[in-house]
């Protein structure tokens, strides 16, 4: 198992009140309260950014680089997600944010959308090729490819090896930039990616996409959001900046877009962690056999959902619909149906389990039969009270030695008022001895 992986949530202890609010949403247990407040599991936790979205104290955050990494780099190249356009109110035109972009101190822009349609083209050349193993799963979302290479082996084969957008849109820009400025160094260029979500920036610190990762830094969506309110308000009325995507690139945000823009009817699109969790299971049990494609986005509404972003996703949604009514299909198309090497992903996907309880499969099968004997022992109400979302997450870290039995609330209560009760009666004997005693030597006086 791998131990070495970046997280992009972390926690703020002294923020944190130990409520389980994250608790009971985490979707791989990753969570624990222990000491009055949270603890994350790092080898269970999948960066979806469920708990920051959750969180009533602000407890959880997602951690990226600040924009001031823009001064490290001679020449500065932004990568905007599409998602990024849908979080403003009353945009009627993608190029505000492109020129504002650039007025933040960026020396150029290459869109995420654009390098989005050139992976739908080749998305549509790859699934028609013989002996693929089918359904294929997006590699779009790097939740969502984490959770698969901890829980299904049987699916790390079904991921598209074709990198995600962020990767080939950073592969393009850099490529671009060193055609036009030879006098530059790979060191002088900074890729600095816009990212909507903490598992993206994770993406990128754990380079997912090998030796060839060409993204320099992360910002989120959220800090260029309220930076770029304050530059695009001073230039109102001056010329625009042109953006180069499309309708399918900017679809790319939201759930749907990926898949509806294949061509391809035998597709399955779902978002929100839970349902993605939901298709996977009925995926690996063979329960869907008549799909080609599947696109699955951890985030609500897709990437607009994600924890880093600052508008509603549904809202920004609609924005998006409205943005994309004037824009050309797909200005980004290849040459042909050959996939360049460079767009492929060079170490695949590989199952990392993190539930395993033993190295050893005896011991790891007798502590599974202890797991079971101590959880039909438990109430089975979940109430996160021991400090684990489920009887059985708390019966597991009782056999790991992680905590201790009386930490369950529920079988406690019963026991102490099986106490008081005991005591209760054996006061109420204590106090009818003298009585007994003094009736007894009545009844001797009486008879003598």
């Given at each position: 198992?791998?131990?070495?992986?970046?997280?992009?949530?972390?926690?703020?202890?002294?923020?944190?009140?130990?409520?389980?609010?994250?608790?009971?949403?985490?979707?791989?247990?990753?969570?624990r309260?222990?000491?009055?407040?949270?603890?994350?599991?790092?080898?269970?936790?999948?960066?979806?950014?469920?708990c920051?979205?959750?969180?009533?104290?602000?407890?959880?955050?997602?951690?990226?680089?600040?924009?001031?990494?823009?001064?490290?780099?001679?020449?500065?190249?932004a990568?905007?997600?599409?998602s990024?356009?849908?979080?403003?109110?009353?945009?009627?035109?993608?190029?505000?944010?492109?020129?504002?972009?650039?007025?933040?101190?960026?020396?150029?822009v290459?869109?995420?959308?654009?390098?989005?349609?050139?992976?739908?083209?080749?998305?549509?050349?790859?699934?028609?090729?013989?002996?693929?193993?089918?359904?294929?799963?997006?590699?779009?979302?790097?939740?969502?490819?984490?959770?698969?290479?901890?829980?299904?082996?049987?699916?790390?084969?079904?991921?598209?090896?074709?990198?995600?957008?962020?990767?080939?849109?950073?592969?393009?820009?850099?490529?671009?930039?060193?055609?036009?400025?030879?006098?530059?160094?790979?060191?002088?260029?900074?890729?600095?990616?816009?990212?909507?979500?903490?598992?993206?920036?994770?993406?990128?610190?754990?380079?997912?996409?090998?030796?060839?990762?060409?993204?320099?830094?992360?910002?989120?969506?959220?800090?260029?959001?309220f930076?770029?309110?304050?530059?695009?308000?001073?230039?109102?009325?001056?010329?625009?900046?042109?953006t180069?995507?499309?309708?399918?690139?900017?679809?790319?945000?939201?759930?749907?877009?990926?898949?509806?823009?294949?061509?391809?009817?035998?597709?399955?699109?779902?978002?929100?962690?839970?349902?993605?969790?939901?298709?996977?299971?009925?995926?690996?049990?063979?329960?869907?056999?008549?799909?080609?494609?599947?696109?699955?986005?951890?985030?609500?509404?897709?990437?607009?959902?994600?924890?880093?972003?600052?508008?509603?996703?549904?809202?920004?949604?609609?924005?998006?619909?409205?943005?994309?009514?004037?824009?050309?299909?797909?200005?980004?198309?290849?040459?042909?149906?050959?996939?360049?090497?460079?767009?492929?992903?060079?170490?695949?996907?590989?199952?990392?389990?993190?539930?395993?309880?033993?190295?050893?499969?005896?011991?790891?099968?007798r502590?599974?039969?202890?797991?079971?004997?101590?959880?039909?022992?438990?109430?089975?109400?979940?109430?996160?009270?021991?400090?684990?979302?489920?009887?059985?997450?708390?019966?597991?870290?009782?056999?790991k030695n992680?905590?201790?039995?009386?930490?369950?609330?529920?079988?406690?209560?019963?026991?102490?008022?099986?106490?008081?009760?005991?005591?209760?009666?054996?006061?109420?004997?204590?106090?009818?001895?003298?009585?007994?005693?003094?009736?007894?030597?009545?009844?001797?006086?009486?008879?003598?």
């Amino acid at each position: 198992m791998k131990t070495d992986y970046k997280h992009s949530v972390a926690l703020s202890d002294n923020k944190c009140k130990g409520c389980t609010t994250c608790l009971k949403r985490c979707p791989t247990e990753a969570i624990r309260i222990r000491g009055g407040h949270a603890v994350i599991n790092p080898a269970r936790c999948i960066d979806c950014g469920e708990c920051i979205k959750v969180c009533p104290y602000k407890a959880k955050k997602a951690t990226h680089d600040d924009l001031s990494v823009l001064g490290k780099y001679k020449y500065k190249v932004a990568l905007p997600a599409p998602s990024l356009y849908g979080q403003f109110d009353n945009l009627d035109n993608i190029g505000y944010i492109i020129r504002g972009l650039r007025d933040l101190g960026f020396d150029d822009v290459f869109e995420v959308a654009c390098a989005a349609e050139l992976v739908t083209a080749y998305t549509r050349y790859y699934i028609k090729r013989e002996g693929l193993k089918k359904p294929i799963i997006s590699s779009a979302c790097p939740t969502i490819t984490r959770m698969i290479s901890m829980n299904y082996p049987s699916l790390c084969e079904n991921i598209m090896p074709i990198l995600p957008p962020v990767d080939i849109a950073a592969y393009l820009a850099r490529k671009k930039v060193l055609e036009e400025h030879p006098d530059l160094t790979e060191d002088d260029i900074g890729i600095i990616f816009i990212s909507p979500c903490p598992a993206k920036v994770s993406y990128v610190r754990n380079s997912f996409a090998g030796d060839r990762n060409y993204i320099s830094a992360t910002v989120s969506v959220r800090d260029v959001y309220f930076a770029l309110l304050d530059v695009m308000d001073k230039r109102a009325g001056e010329p625009l900046d042109t953006t180069e995507s499309g309708m399918i690139g900017i679809g790319w945000a939201s759930t749907g877009g990926e898949s509806s823009a294949i061509l391809n009817e035998r597709y399955l699109a779902a978002d929100g962690i839970e349902n993605c969790i939901r298709v996977l299971d009925q995926i690996d049990n063979s329960d869907f056999t008549n799909l080609d494609f599947i696109e699955l986005n951890a985030c609500s509404g897709g990437c607009v959902g994600g924890a880093m972003t600052v508008a509603n996703p549904y809202i920004a949604q609609a924005r998006l619909h409205s943005l994309k009514r004037y824009l050309p299909v797909s200005p980004n198309r290849p040459v042909g149906e050959w996939i360049p090497d460079a767009f492929f992903n060079e170490k695949g996907v590989e199952y990392n389990p993190y539930a395993r309880l033993s190295a050893d499969r005896h011991t790891a099968m007798r502590m599974m039969s202890d797991i079971e004997e101590i959880t039909g022992c438990l109430p089975g109400i979940d109430c996160g009270s021991c400090g684990a979302p489920t009887c059985m997450a708390f019966a597991e870290d009782i056999v790991k030695n992680e905590t201790n039995a009386d930490e369950c609330t529920v079988i406690m209560r019963e026991l102490f008022h099986e106490y008081i009760e005991e005591k209760k009666t054996e006061s109420i004997l204590e106090r009818l001895k003298p009585i007994s005693r003094r009736s007894g030597e009545a009844e001797e006086e009486s008879s003598s």
